[in-house]
């Protein structure tokens, strides 16, 4: 038989029954769907993750206290982190540019009778260069500030907006915990670094937040809570790495595991990568149960054809069909139920992709691989599960075929 003349027969039986034909699809749609959202989804949070640590500034390392195992064990961060230890790295440690310590707390900012709970960074003249902030209006805090301790503060745009609304915040003055400080300047807009708003901040001098707010809470020095550094370029990040490690080391005495960790963009990066590569692929198995729910479905459905249909064969071979004529018709109507469901569900999976894209943050993008594998698992599925059927129904002897009622 004609293979064209095949497809538009396997097409008529199956509009013939739309109702049915669509229900088998439905396990078809829903898997092809999934897996195309799920992918694209997944793709854009790993754009969107590393767009939001490009923000933090280009070739910077962090410098926390504590390892990951100290971490894991207790909820209290170590304090093992001084303002001394930043000063030896801008000192010693030639493959750096610049260091900025930083000293954060949680603390309520008040204008007038406004109110607001936000972040209070204590920094030094240099945060501005390492991590990439620019300020829109007025000027940074500079190092003799920094060195007298004095009362000014750098504010972010979202905490600007909050306190001040349209007016000028330049020369206004705020209270943080009965302390007032003078606003010197107003930063750009910086955007949100995973969920956390980097324009709700207020930065003041480190001298000023850690002898006049926070008080000596180190034994060691000035405690910070991280310290930033930003490397000369890209192919030395390695080695500045490694130089930091050293001397932090040789600072503290160290002989054992050591009492800090120094990461890099790309470290984070690849862990969140990593994260969010098991939870897409975890998704994607999910979704691959639909289509596999959905393969039985149409195996299902064309065994229950082969028998409503048993005359039907048994006429066409006495006419001179041949097995392999019945076993091609059958598969043919079991590849058009999976590939139109394949191709409904990609479409549906597209258009969820954009609208996540369009709707949210993420960066998400239709994935040309996962089209490719929702097309060949759809594909695939339309064989493997229309085989069995297909030869049920080709191996019928013609005369019991046309006997039965």
């Known amino acids: 038989m004609d293979l064209v003349e095949s497809v538009k027969m396997a097409t008529a039986t199956l509009t013939g029954n739309r109702l049915r034909s669509a229900l088998t699809m439905l396990g078809m749609i829903i898997g092809n769907a999934s897996v195309v959202a799920m992918i694209g989804i997944g793709e854009g949070a790993q754009r969107f993750a590393a767009d939001q640590f490009k923000s933090l500034g280009p070739n910077v390392l962090f410098i926390v206290p504590g390892n990951d195992n100290a971490r894991n064990r207790t909820l209290n961060i170590p304090k093992t982190l001084v303002l001394g230890d930043a000063k030896a790295i801008a000192e010693q440690v030639p493959s750096i540019n610049d260091v900025a310590p930083q000293l954060q707390n949680q603390a309520p900012v008040v204008y007038g009778n406004k109110r607001k709970s936000t972040l209070v960074i204590g920094t030094t003249e240099r ?238 993008s239709v994935s040309m691989p996962a089209i490719a594998l929702a097309v060949s698992v759809s594909g695939g599925i339309g064989v493997f599960f229309g085989v069995v059927p297909a030869q049920r129904a080709a191996r019928l002897d013609p005369i019991v075929a046309l006997r039965s009622n």
């Open 127 to 364: 945060f501005a260069i390492v991590r990439d902030y620019n300020v829109a209006r007025g000027r940074f805090i500079t190092q003799q500030e920094v060195q007298r301790g004095t009362p000014v503060a750098v504010i972010g745009s979202k905490l600007a907006e909050t306190l001040f609304g349209t007016k000028n915040p330049l020369g206004e003055r705020v209270r943080v915990r009965g302390l007032s400080f003078k606003i010197i300047g107003l930063l750009a807009s910086k955007g949100s670094f995973l969920g956390n708003n980097q324009d709700d901040v207020l930065l003041v001098p480190l001298s000023t937040l850690s002898s006049r707010l926070t008080g000596r809470t180190s034994p060691y020095g000035v405690e910070v809570t991280f310290i930033s550094v930003s490397a000369k370029d890209k192919s030395q990040m390695a080695a500045a790495k490694t130089q930091i490690t050293n001397l932090l080391r040789l600072r503290h005495k160290i002989v054992t595991e050591d009492d800090f960790t120094v990461r890099s963009q790309d470290e984070a990066l690849s862990i969140i990568g990593a994260v969010t590569g098991a939870l897409t692929i975890m998704l994607v198995a999910i979704a691959g149960i639909s289509l596999l729910v959905g393969g039985i479905g149409i195996m299902n459905i064309m065994l229950v054809s082969v028998t409503e249909r048993t005359q039907e064969i048994g006429l066409r071979k006495a006419i001179g069909a041949t097995q392999s004529d019945i076993l091609i018709q059958f598969l043919i109507e079991s590849i058009i139920l999976s590939a139109a469901g394949g191709i409904i569900g990609i479409m549906i999976g597209a258009g969820t992709v954009v609208m996540v894209g369009v709707l949210t943050p993420l960066k998400s």
